[in-house]
């Protein structure tokens, strides 16, 4: 009880200071800015990164790898790992590469992957990143085809359409003078998806794991999904284990989404830590600007400091005031930051939306008066225009540890500031300042 007074000392400096002096306002505004920038721009980056991230674990990699399992064994192998708590679907494929030409002479080349038709349906993180534009998961027919979106645009076919698929091994018998027919295949479309991922729609076919045999004699690998992706280790070692009691399937080859993609994830998450820092160094700025300001007010009231030093204010307690008030603007600029950053990146695309709005009305306003001098008119604004980025709209992400981490940035920089700041107090001798007054 005997510091009651510091919080109200401290908030009369904030909000009654004596030169009028709009510092305090000022570090709120920095503090609020920086928190606002970082959570929104880490938002974005998150959405990017984490949209690209699933796309490959969902799609391409999977969670969990099991090779060198025998075909005869595939089945009795899926049955094992289901026993394992923690996963949750087990999906045979085969995978090959392969060239790919449409109807109308457009080719490219492409990563085939022949999966079972009840794929889909098991695995619903696949399912959850699949977008069919036209058709549907249809690979009934040994002769149907899964095309990515932009794969189908470069080779110029649609649904219903037929595509032939050459395989790696039969182009090189084609220059030999080789009987290459058992590596070429024709297929129908009947499915064109989109993942978002463009490597992935550019680049890659689903079709029948019956059919991929025909391209392909080794054993079919298992994909495996886990219902929590971060707890791979040890649904590592449980599967290794599952499999080894089953006779022919100890030399099973098991592995992680960590291992396959370890260079990629680490650069993401060395550029994301980059942009941490970069955007942090917000909070130095405005750090020292609060350690300035806050040196100004111990000087400017050296004598009210002196007077409550002289009535049994100890130095600690004095200091405590200053501290208060980078605490009260840390507080502030922080939560007022962190809420806006929040509303906004759980809306980015309508936050953009608003921003072209007003750039455009003021490009329209500028062509009405090019118009009537006979000048050239200036186009429409867009940040993101789909025919030079391949997004539809910005995807977002907000990881609330993240923010946590954000919001006390901006606040601890605030409070060390003042902390430093206030060191000036201990300089200030009651006697001589109280000595002519």
């Avoid at 984490?50 to 595939?74: C, Q």
């Amino acid at each position: 009880m005997r510091f009651k007074w510091i919080p109200f000392i401290a908030a009369r400096y904030i909000f009654r200071p004596r030169n009028k002096s709009p510092s305090s306002v000022l570090s709120i505004l920095g503090i609020g800015v920086g928190v606002f920038a970082l959570v929104v721009i880490i938002a974005v980056m998150n959405g990017f990164q984490l949209s690209f991230i699933e796309s490959i674990l969902e799609i391409s990699s999977y969670h969990l790898r099991a090779g060198s399992v025998p075909a005869s064994r595939t089945e009795q192998a899926g049955e094992a790992l289901l026993s394992v708590p923690g996963i949750e679907a087990v999906v045979p494929y085969r995978e090959f590469q392969a060239l790919t030409r449409g109807e109308r002479g457009g080719q490219h080349a492409v990563i085939v992957r022949g999966v079972e038709e009840s794929a889909f349906m098991h695995d619903r993180g696949m399912a959850s990143r699949l977008e069919f534009l036209e058709g549907f998961f249809d690979i009934a027919d040994e002769q149907s085809a899964l095309l990515g979106s932009e794969l189908a645009r470069r080779l110029g076919v649609k649904t219903g359409e037929e595509i032939t698929l050459y395989s790696v091994p039969s182009i090189f018998a084609a220059f030999d003078d080789q009987d290459a027919d058992g590596g070429m295949k024709s297929f129908t479309v009947t499915g064109i998806f989109r993942t978002g991922f463009y490597d992935c729609d550019t680049s890659w076919a689903f079709i029948g794991i019956d059919s991929a045999r025909a391209f392909s004699d080794a054993d079919p690998v298992l994909g495996i999904k886990l219902k929590n992706r971060f707890y791979d280790r040890q649904a590592l070692e449980l599967a290794r284990k599952s499999l080894a009691a089953i006779p022919g399937l100890e030399g099973a080859e098991l592995s992680s989404w960590r291992d396959y993609n370890r260079s990629f994830f680490g650069a993401l998450r060395t550029e994301k830590l980059f942009m941490f820092i970069l955007v942090g160094l917000i909070f130095i700025v405005v750090g020292l600007n609060i350690f300035q300001a806050q040196r100004r007010a111990v000087l400017e009231h050296r004598e009210e400091i002196g007077l409550l030093r002289a009535v049994g204010g100890g130095e600690s307690a004095v200091r405590l005031i200053f501290v208060f008030d980078g605490a009260i603007v840390g507080f502030t600029g922080a939560a007022a930051g962190l809420v806006l950053g929040l509303l906004v990146a759980s809306d980015i695309s309508a936050f953009f939306t608003v921003i072209e709005s007003i750039v455009n009305f003021f490009i329209y306003i500028i062509n009405g008066i090019a118009g009537i001098f006979g000048a050239g008119y200036l186009g429409k604004f867009a940040f993101f225009s789909p025919a030079v980025f391949y997004v539809k709209e910005i995807p977002t992400r907000i990881i609330p540890r993240e923010a946590v981490i954000i919001f006390l940035f901006g606040f601890l920089s605030a409070l060390l500031a003042a902390w430093f700041a206030s060191r000036k107090v201990s300089r200030i001798r009651p006697a001589e300042v109280l000595r002519y007054e």
